[in-house]
């Protein structure tokens, strides 16, 4: 896993300076296969197909604690706001954590994120222009 593309792509996605297929298309190319967002930690593991693993903060300042009680409405909307208008990846975490998003694993050769939350609620969202039938 190439180290120095995951560290810069992880930091584009907190400065919102990157789309998310384009961080999506850097992630692959350096070897990710998933990573794993901890709002709770507070960062973002990165996994490749060998084993390898790679941690980075999440370091935005003044984020609400996660909520209790899962809101799949709330994330949805907050999802459909990042994919249609561009929202800053700083307000979505804030929004997916008063949505009650403990976390989430962003598949990337599966093409979708499961996301969940304190009391094991979960919500899969397929990446655009994917789903069952059409993913790798």
Same mark, same amino acid.
């Given at each position: 896993m190439n180290s120095k593309t995951v &560290?810069?792509?992880? @930091? +584009? &996605? $907190?400065?919102?300076?990157?789309?998310?297929?384009?961080? %999506? @298309? @850097? $992630?692959?190319?350096? =070897? %990710?296969?998933?990573?794993? *967002?901890?709002? %709770?930690? $507070?960062?973002? @593991?990165?996994?490749?197909?060998? =084993?390898? *693993?790679? &941690?980075? +903060?999440?370091?935005?300042e003044g984020l609400p604690p996660v909520a209790a009680e899962f809101n799949s409405g709330g994330l949805r909307a907050a999802i459909l706001d990042s994919q249609r208008n561009g929202q800053h990846y700083r307000d979505f975490t804030r929004r997916a954590m008063e949505a009650g998003v403990q976390g989430y694993i962003a598949f990337l050769r599966g093409q979708r994120v499961t996301y969940w939350g304190r009391g094991g609620d979960q919500h899969t969202e397929w990446f655009p222009g994917a789903g069952p039938t059409n993913s790798k």
């Open positions: &560290t810069e792509a992880a @930091r +584009a &996605t $907190l400065d919102g300076s990157i789309s998310f297929p384009e961080i %999506v @298309r @850097r $992630l692959i190319e350096a =070897g %990710v296969e998933y990573y794993h *967002v901890d709002y %709770v930690a $507070l960062c973002k @593991r990165f996994y490749s197909a060998s =084993g390898d *693993v790679m &941690t980075t +903060a999440i370091s935005y």
